[in-house]
């Protein structure tokens, strides 16, 4: 049972545009959202956050927001650079879980010049 | 460098034997977690420790892994005979005691069984 879900295995997008990367969750439960990026033959790096008391953070280039009511968050990446290029991971949590993670599958962004 | 180190980056292995793997932690991150990623996948909870005490593990984790994090430091994630099932990328990550900052991810452990 996927309860977390990123139904676009891949997106390509041209530098300077806007990439929008979508991620559904199931579980009613969950009350903290995350977004890891990862290159290849690295471990996933921490991009950015959001708990579910909110519906929008933002950090530089990216923008996390948060529909609670549709089980649904996007993560916005303005502009796109080519460096950016890599895979995107969905992640949440709740409280009382030790703040084990349950990942999406990924979606391979990529960025072209 | 204050990140989070594995060792091996990658392990050939033949089916049957044991292989272990280790983790050293950021040093002041009290949380440890092992995760395993296959091809295709996001990564998958594999077991947690808060210092040095193992508080929960995955029904994923058979008999034949076990994890140990002794004084709270570095972990170390032992497999014995291992099968072709068990050719995945191993992650150890560590965290403080909030999820504002996510988990810092070591570079994994690549195993292959064959």
């Known amino acids: 049972d996927q309860q977390v879900k990123q139904n676009s295995p891949s997106l390509s997008v041209q530098e300077g545009r806007i990439s929008i990367l979508n991620c559904d969750y199931t579980?009613?439960?969950?009350?903290?959202f995350l977004w890891y990026k990862k290159y290849p033959a690295e471990g996933p790096t921490f991009l950015i956050s959001?708990?579910?008391?909110?519906d929008k953070n933002e950090d530089g280039r990216f923008t996390v927001f948060l529909n609670k009511s549709a089980k649904h968050l996007s993560l916005h990446i303005v502009p796109s650079q080519p460096g950016d290029s890599a895979v995107y991971f969905c992640a949440a949590s709740h409280q009382g879980s030790n703040y084990k993670l349950t990942f999406g599958k990924g979606t391979l962004l990529t960025v072209n010049p | 460098d204050t990140g989070v180190s594995q060792d091996p980056r990658h392990k050939i292995t033949k089916r049957g034997q044991n292989v272990t793997f280790r983790c050293d932690p950021i040093s002041e991150h009290n949380r440890l977690y092992w995760y395993r990623q296959t091809l295709g996948q996001g990564p998958e909870f594999l077991t947690y420790?808060?210092?040095?005490?193992?508080?929960?593990k995955s029904r994923l984790l058979s008999d034949r892994f076990s994890a140990e994090r002794p004084k709270g430091s570095f972990s170390t994630l032992e497999i014995q005979r291992t099968e072709q099932g068990d050719s995945a990328m191993y992650l150890c990550?560590?965290?403080?005691?909030?999820?504002?900052?996510?988990?810092?991810f070591g570079s994994g452990t690549r195993l292959t069984v064959v």
């Open positions: 990550a560590s965290s403080l005691d909030l999820l504002d900052y996510g988990y810092t």
């Open positions: 959001i708990s579910s008391i909110k």
């Open positions: 420790f808060q210092n040095e005490a193992q508080l929960e």
């Open positions: 579980n009613s439960m969950f009350d903290y």
